[in-house]
């Protein structure tokens, strides 16, 4: 997913907008992020939602986030290792 900083935050962190997501998200953001700037995120789908169109990614800074299926900018399979 991309989405764009709105907010650089005191504590390092950016406010960032993602399409189909109601609500800012808080990341730790590539050095010398400022607002307006992209940011990808990435994560690992864990439910879907055929009807709503809508995924829900865990993104790998830690949080859970359900957006629409347009908002997913890249997807790959990922198989599990056999151990």
Same mark, same amino acid.
Do not use: E, F, W
């Given at each position: 997913?991309?989405?764009?900083? %709105?907010?650089?935050? *005191?504590?390092? #962190?950016?406010?960032?907008? @993602?399409?189909?997501? +109601? #609500? *800012?998200? %808080?990341? +730790?953001?590539? *050095? ?13 789908? @864990?439910? @879907? +939602?055929?009807?709503? +169109? ?24 990922? #198989? *599990?290792?056999?151990?």
């Amino acid at each position: 997913m991309t989405g764009t900083v %709105s907010t650089m935050l *005191p504590s390092g #962190r950016a406010k960032v907008n @993602i399409p189909s997501y +109601d #609500r *800012p998200y %808080s990341v +730790d953001p590539p *050095p010398k992020t400022r607002a307006g700037d992209k940011v990808v995120l990435v994560g690992d789908i @864990i439910r @879907i +939602d055929r009807k709503a +169109d809508k995924l829900t990614v865990r993104t790998d800074c830690g949080g859970v986030i359900t957006v629409g299926r347009s908002a997913i900018t890249r997807l790959r399979k990922h #198989r *599990p290792s056999s151990h």
